[in-house]
Nanobody, 114 residues
Framework: QVQLVESGGGLVQPGGSLILSCKVSGTIFGYVMGWYRQAPGKQRELVAR???????NYADSVKGRFTISRRNAEGTVSLQMNSLKPEDTAVYYC?????????WGQGTQVTVSS
């Protein structure tokens, strides 16, 4: 069973930056990788996704501020988050999926506050 472990969350001031990382226990080659987030009282939402060919898509709320990347050989996917806002506060989850499988990490808390 594939395992995903997120890291890099924490407390940051508005306007600051964080890098989230997700390490997968196996290869990520052939899988779509994504970052999702869930704020208190809200549904989990897609933040960014990167496909096997490297194409990406982002939630409108993070376009121009967040960048997703992947390293297939290392089994990692990262999310560079810049110009953070209080509304970015949430638990961030890494996701791996294809037509047969969807796996989640345990999540990492990101809090943007002064």
């Amino acid at each position: 069973q594939v395992q995903l472990v997120e890291s890099g969350g924490g407390l940051v001031q508005p306007g600051g930056s964080l890098i989230l990382s997700c390490k997968v226990s196996g290869t990520i080659f052939g899988y779509v990788m994504g970052w999702y987030r869930q704020a208190p009282g809200k549904q989990r939402e897609l933040v960014a996704r990167i496909r096997t060919d490297g194409t990406t898509n982002y939630a409108d709320s993070v376009k121009g501020r967040f960048t997703i990347s992947r390293r297939n050989a290392e089994g990692t996917v990262s999310l560079q988050m810049n110009s953070l806002k209080p509304e970015d506060t949430a638990v961030y989850y890494c996701n791996l999926q294809d037509s047969r499988l969807s796996s989640w990490g345990q999540g990492t808390q990101v809090t943007v506050s002064s």
